[in-house]
């Protein structure tokens, strides 16, 4: 899956979804993807940043996970929340987290 396949299905899952807290941030991932050192199932999910951790819970079986991120600010908000994808050893890989109506992007190393 391309990057601007999972816009689209991010945009479509926060537009269908509304938000309980402005500090959370939701997705679906169409299939498994890794983030830092986490393995992601396919589903839904929402993301909040807890100190130095990212932290992800599957909307569908209320389990959480958090894996280390690098929070970055930028000078403009984002408009969305999008999540930055590659190709790695024939699974996802997510690179970076773009939170909709913050100036912060999560990155994730290995």
């Given at each position: 899956m391309n990057f601007k396949s999972l816009l689209l299905i991010g945009t479509l899952a926060l537009s269908g979804l509304s938000i309980a807290s402005a500090k959370s941030y939701s997705f679906i991932l169409d299939q498994t993807a890794k983030?830092?050192?986490?393995?992601?199932?396919?589903?839904?999910?929402?993301?909040?940043?807890?100190?130095?951790?990212?932290?992800?819970?599957?909307?569908?079986?209320?389990?959480?996970?958090?894996?280390?991120?690098?929070?970055?600010?930028?000078?403009?908000?984002?408009?969305?929340?999008?999540?930055?994808t590659t190709q790695q050893n024939g699974g996802e890989l997510i690179q970076a987290i773009e939170l909709g109506g913050s100036t912060e992007t999560l990155e994730f190393g290995e």
């Open positions: 983030a830092g050192k986490l393995t992601l199932a396919p589903g839904e999910y929402k993301v909040k940043v807890d100190g130095s951790n990212a932290v992800f819970t599957n909307l569908n079986t209320q389990k959480s996970f958090s894996t280390p991120v690098k929070v970055n600010n930028a000078s403009r908000k984002n408009e969305y929340t999008a999540l930055e």
